[in-house]
T-cell receptor, first 114, second 116 residues
Framework: AQSVTQLGSHVSVSEGALVLLRCNYS??????LFWYVQYPNQGLQLLLK??????LVKGINGFEAEFKKSETSFHLTKPSAHMSDAAEYFC????????????FGTGTQLKVEL | DAGVTQSPTHLIKTRGQQVTLRCSPI?????VSWYQQVLGQGPQFIFQ???????GRGNFPDRFSARQFPNYSSELNVNALLLGDSALYLC???????????????FGPGTRLTVT
């Protein structure tokens, strides 16, 4: 079955430290991959997407993600965390032939500490 | 440019009642999707519409229905509400619909539905 998994429901980092949020997918064919961020009591904001062009994708707010087919991963990173990055992050996929139906992971809550 | 708008922001209903949620997509976007986000979970796909036609349906009971209007706005209807329907209902719009996927979807702020 096609699915997406986010490892770590809660991640805590110090301000200025590297942010690494993990996402793995399961699919027989490479999917389209997205990262969204959700601030409290708000909708989802698109951070970045991978659609089979460059494997390293740069997004907004200094985030980037690398598609690794051999590892079926699409981890989200940011070199230096800021307090404003505290939010919930969702990895999502659409699978070829599945239309634009987004399948979401369970989310990772990022906490940034001083 | 205005983003995706949803109304109402919050709603409280009683079990057994019916509710209608509304969504206006980004100007120029022709596809609208609905998602349900239960507290502490990722959003779950309910419906997708493109050019007023249903293009996808998630694993939800027939109590859930939707439609898209000629101006591309959309309504989600839920009948015979259950306590488990309490959730944030998110609407997303995209420029087009492609069967192979890959189009960016932009989300509205959601409607928080509480069923008591």
């Amino acid at each position: 079955a096609q699915s997406v998994t986010q490892l770590g429901s809660h991640v805590s980092v110090s301000e200025g430290a590297l942010v690494l949020l993990r996402c793995n997918y399961s699919s027989s064919v490479p999917p389209y991959l997205f990262w969204y961020v959700q601030y409290p009591n708000q909708g989802l904001q698109l951070l970045l997407k991978y659609t089979s062009a460059a494997t390293l994708v740069k997004g907004i707010n200094g985030f980037e993600a690398e598609f690794k087919k051999s590892e079926t991963s699409f981890h989200l990173t940011k070199p230096s965390a800021h307090m404003s990055d505290a939010a919930e992050y969702f990895c999502a996929v659409t699978f070829p032939g599945g239309g634009n139906k987004l399948t979401f992971g369970t989310g990772t809550q990022l906490k940034v500490e001083l | 440019d205005a983003g995706v708008t949803q109304s109402p922001t919050h709603l409280i209903k009683t079990r057994g009642q019916q509710v209608t949620l509304r969504c206006s997509p980004i100007s120029g976007h022709k596809s609208v999707s609905w998602y349900q986000q239960v507290l502490g979970q990722g959003p779950q796909f309910i419906f997708q519409y493109y050019e007023k036609e249903e293009r996808g349906r998630g694993n939800f009971p027939d109590r859930f229905s939707a439609r898209q209007f000629p101006n591309y706005s959309s309504e989600l209807n839920v009948n015979a509400l259950l306590l488990g329907d309490s959730a944030l209902y998110l609407c997303a719009s995209s420029l087009q619909f492609i069967g192979t996927g890959g189009y960016e979807q932009y989300f509205g702020p959601g409607t928080r539905l509480t069923v008591t």
